[in-house]
């Protein structure tokens, strides 16, 4: 992958695409003060980098029948890595689960999950989490109320912007 040095106008064209990955490139153009053909070259070049890693639709989840948000932490069994790349592994193929994080501290993966209703929370966990032969303990926090989400990455703290 190419490295790539953003400077005020890449940081300008990304925090507009944060805003609204649907712009047409004349859109983006014109809030970013660029003609479109340069336009549309440093987006190729953001998009080639990978710095734009992908286009994607968010959805509410409470439309959906997604009402139930939780975080799960689990900690591994210690003993040796085998069981490591199984459970990575299993959490690419459930799809309650939207991200997975390594971690520090007394935990070793964050689970972001969506569930329908505690039914659907319960049998994931009784059915599959549990049943993986790494997890030792399992402890889940529940989402009350969404105080803030955003997908935009924080590009006012860069210089430049």
């Given at each position: ?43 190729k070049q953001l ?115």
């Open positions: 992958m190419p490295s790539l040095t953003l400077d005020k106008t890449d940081l300008r064209i990304l925090a507009e695409l944060q805003l609204d990955g649907r712009l047409t490139n004349v859109e983006l153009a014109e809030r970013v003060a660029l003609s479109p053909s340069p336009c549309l070259r440093r987006l998009e080639e980098s990978g710095v734009i890693r992908q286009y994607v639709a968010l959805l509410d989840p409470a439309h959906i029948g997604l009402g139930l948000q939780a975080w799960v932490r689990v900690t591994l069994e210690k003993r040796g890595n085998m069981h490591l790349q199984s459970f990575i592994e299993a959490v690419q193929n459930w799809p309650e689960v939207i991200n997975c994080f390594a971690m520090t501290g007394e935990m070793d993966y964050l689970l972001q999950v969506y569930f329908e209703d505690m039914e659907h929370f319960s049998r994931f966990v009784m059915d599959e989490l549990l049943q993986h032969p790494g997890v030792e303990d399992v402890k889940s926090s529940f989402v009350l109320k969404e105080i803030k989400r955003t997908t935009a990455l924080p590009l006012g703290q860069m210089r430049g912007i």
